[in-house]
Structures are given as structure tokens and as C-alpha cells.
């Protein structure tokens, strides 16, 4: 079963289309990956999808509601979490009071105990500074911190922008464990933009390839880490 069906989206900002009729599916617990070079429109993807663009055309259903028209706020409460390029975390708020702002749109309004608890297991880094400044944190913990406030309003699918973009690889692979985990033991559905093709196909079960605004590619993750075209383009190999 699809959790998110997008037909014929085009979206971009005012008079420029920058998405051009992109139509895919994610599958219910899976983990789609968006591949695609410097401006290829994956940001702008998931911008649309999360209800930032208005102009947005085509058909997005996502758990059986048509999304294109509401506001992003509504879709967050639907279960639709956008952890953006950048992290978007609040600097002069402490971890702590970061991931109380993550559970606000949980029914409870707070986070539990136990969430809590299981996001500094999930992330020990962020438990450790609790009661810092987010601003003070480094990269690979704002990450971590940006994703256990999307993890704890419970979404059915999780859009993330390049959660690799500047960190050290030791953290990147830290970070994506703690990813397959949450995916494999919650169910959790994502979608995965990023520029490094490897990461991504290697945590996916199926990619599309964005080139100019239009998906030129797609297969299960594993076949498209095979296909020579691909390797060339996008793995340096
Ligand atoms: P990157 O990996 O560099 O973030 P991307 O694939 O995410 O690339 P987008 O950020 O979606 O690409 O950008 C796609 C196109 O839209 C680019 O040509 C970019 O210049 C343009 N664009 C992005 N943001 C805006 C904006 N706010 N206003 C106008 N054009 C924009």
C-alpha cells in the first residue's frame, strides 16, 4: 500500500517551474530515496509536498487526503514531517525545549516521559546536553536533534533534506543507523533527497533519479546502485 501518491506535481516559485509533472509512490514502511545533481528540484520537491509552494499543481495523496491547497501546518498534523535542509532547529532554545516544540502537534501537546527517554536512547549525544542552547551543538547534533523532534510527533512519513550535508562521515553513518532503526523496529515510511548517491541508495529499498525538474530514472535501490548510467552520473565510480 502507497502512503504518498503524487501525480503530474509541478511546482516551482512564482513565474519559474521548477518541477515539471513528477509522478511517484512510496510504499507504506518503506524508504524512497530522490537522487539528483546540484538544482535538479529536490528541495522544491519536498517544499511542495509539505504544502510550502503555493502555485503547486497536480495530485498528492498522502494516506488517502488530497494535500495540494492545504497548509502546511494541517499536513504537519497529518503526519507529514519535513525535517528541511539546514535542520531548521531553534537556536536559542535548549534541546530540551526543542523537542517539546517537536510534540505539539502529538495529541498529548507534550512529549512523554518515555519518548523522550527513547529519543536520548536513539540519540545519547542530545541526552548528554540536555539543557544546552541548540545553537551551541554541534553539525551531527543538530541532526540528531532535528530528527528526534520530527521522530516525536510520530509521523507516517518522514521528508528528509540532505541529512548528510556537512557532517563528518562517522556521524553520517551514526545517523543512518539510528535511521534503519527507527524504520525497521516503528514502520516508519521516508523519503531520503540527497546529493550522495551512495548513502542514499544504500539505505533505500527504492529510488527515482530528478534530473531538471522531471524523474528520468527509478528502480529498486539496489538496481539502480548497479546501473553503469547511474554510477557514472551520480556515484563517481
Ligand atoms: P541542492 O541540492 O543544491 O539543494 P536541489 O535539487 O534541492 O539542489 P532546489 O533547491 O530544489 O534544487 O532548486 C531547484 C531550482 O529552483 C534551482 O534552479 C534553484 O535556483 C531554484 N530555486 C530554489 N529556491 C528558489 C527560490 N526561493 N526562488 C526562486 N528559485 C529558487
Excluded at 13 to 40: K, Q
Excluded at 46 to 53: T, V
Excluded at 124 to 145: D, F, I, K, T, V
Aim: glycine share 10%; charged share 20%; hydrophobic share 45%.
Amino acid at each position: 500500500m502507497s502512503v504518498l501518491e503524487v501525480k503530474d506535481l509541478t511546482a516551482g516559485y512564482g513565474p519559474v517551474r521548477v518541477l515539471h509533472d513528477v509522478t511517484f509512490s512510496i510504499d507504506t514502511g518503506t524508504v524512497a530515496a530522490v537522487l539528483g545533481a546540484n538544482g535538479a528540484g529536490k528541495t522544491t520537491l519536498l517544499r511542495a509536498l509539505s504544502g510550502m509552494l503555493p502555485g503547486t499543481k497536480g495530485t498528492v495523496t498522502f494516506d488517502g487526503r488530497k494535500l495540494v491547497g492545504m497548509r502546511t501546518e494541517r499536513i504537519a498534523r497529518l503526519g507529514l514531517s519535513h525535517v528541511p535542509e539546514g535542520r531548521g532547529t531553534f537556536p536559542d532554545l535548549t534541546v530540551e525545549e526543542n523537542l517539546a516544540v517537536g510534540a505539539l502537534l502529538s495529541p498529548a501537546g507534550r512529549p512523554s516521559r518515555a519518548d523522550l527517554d527513547r529519543m536520548y536512547e536513539l540519540f545519547p549525544p542530545l541526552a548528554r546536553r540536555e539543557h544546552a542552547q541548540a545553537g551551541l551543538l554541534s553539525g551531527g547534533e543538530q541532526q540528531m536533534l532535528a530528527l528526534a523532534r520530527a521522530l516525536l510527533g510520530r509521523p507516517k512519513l518522514l521528508l528528509l533534506d540532505e541529512p548528510s550535508m556537512g557532517l563528518a562521515p562517522l556521524v553520517v553513518r551514526q545517523i543512518f543507523e539510528v535511521l534503519r532503526t527507527v524504520v525497521a523496529d516503528e514502520g516508519l515510511t521516508c523519503l531520503l533527497v540527497e546529493q550522495n548517491a551512495q548513502l542514499a541508495l544504500g539505505m533505500a529499498d527504492y529510488a527515482y533519479v530528478l534530473t531538471v525538474g522531471e524523474i528520468t530514472a527509478e528502480g529498486p535501490a539496489a538496481e539502480l546502485a548497479d546501473d553503469q548510467a547511474i554510477r557514472n552520473s551520480y556515484l563517481a565510480l
